[in-house]
């Protein structure tokens, strides 16, 4: 185990409703990512926090939108869900390098 | 942007030897992961190249060569459980350190 945790593990949701999903780091890491993984495909980025700030973002709209606190654990925010949010929610964290970049267990996200 | 393709599916014998390959076209190249992915589970690490060359560690090794934008990941002695996928993905910095995946290539082993 890589000891990043996440929660739920599984969450059925509807569209237009907002959903909050979380992650703890693993200790000592102080850099969180977000990734969202479509069925069949690889893990495309939503965002990196470091030190409490987004550090970087990709091509998702403001919709996705997230916090890192002081312990370095981390939440991933998504407004106005829509059918293709439904995925894995992959979080990953690391000391700054990503050569020591380990990913949680994932949350499952349905929309219906 | 970034450009990385891998074969989609692959299919090899238990106790044989697979390459899966992994093409990139991206500036700012930092390092490739693999990452190990079963079937409704998070990936696992298995290796980052940065410098050209071969990295073994144990039954896989992963090759990288940057000027060529090509990687390997070499699976020996192939068991039932590496049925798989298997995530190129590769890192570019800027900043910040963003990772980018392939598709992944499922590997299938048979008896």
């Known amino acids: 185990e890589t000891g990043v945790t996440q929660s739920p593990t599984h969450l059925i949701k509807t569209r237009g409703q907002q959903v909050t999903l979380r992650c703890s780091s693993q200790?000592?890491?102080?850099?969180v990512s977000w990734y969202q993984q479509a069925l069949g495909q690889g893990p495309q980025f939503i965002f990196q926090?470091?030190?409490?700030?987004?550090?970087g973002r990709g091509n998702f709209p403001p919709r996705f939108s997230g916090l890192q606190f002081p312990n370095y654990s981390s939440e991933l925010n998504v407004n106005a869900l829509e059918l293709d949010d439904s995925a894995l929610y992959l979080c990953?964290?690391?000391?700054?390098?990503?050569?020591?970049?380990?990913f949680g267990p994932g949350t499952r996200l349905t929309v219906l | 942007g970034q450009n990385i393709d891998q074969p989609t599916e692959m299919t090899a014998t238990e106790g044989a030897i697979v390459q899966i390959n992994c093409t990139y076209q991206?500036?700012?190249?930092?390092?490739l992961f693999w990452y190990q992915q079963h079937a409704g589970e998070a990936p696992t690490f298995l290796s980052y190249?940065?410098?050209?060359g071969l990295e073994e560690k144990g039954r896989f090794s992963s090759f990288l060569s940057r000027s060529k934008g090509y990687s390997y990941l070499l699976l020996k002695e192939l068991q039932m459980k590496d049925s798989a996928s298997y995530l190129c993905?590769?890192?570019?910095?800027?900043?910040?350190?963003?990772?980018?995946f392939g598709t992944g290539t499922k590997l299938q082993v048979i008896p």
């Open positions: 990953a964290s690391s000391w700054r390098e990503p050569d020591t970049q380990y």
């Open positions: 200790s000592g890491h102080n850099t």
């Open positions: 926090y470091y030190r409490e700030e987004e550090n």
């Open positions: 991206t500036s700012g190249f930092n390092g």
């Open positions: 190249n940065v410098l050209d």
């Open positions: 993905a590769v890192t570019e910095g800027g900043g910040y350190q963003k990772v980018t």
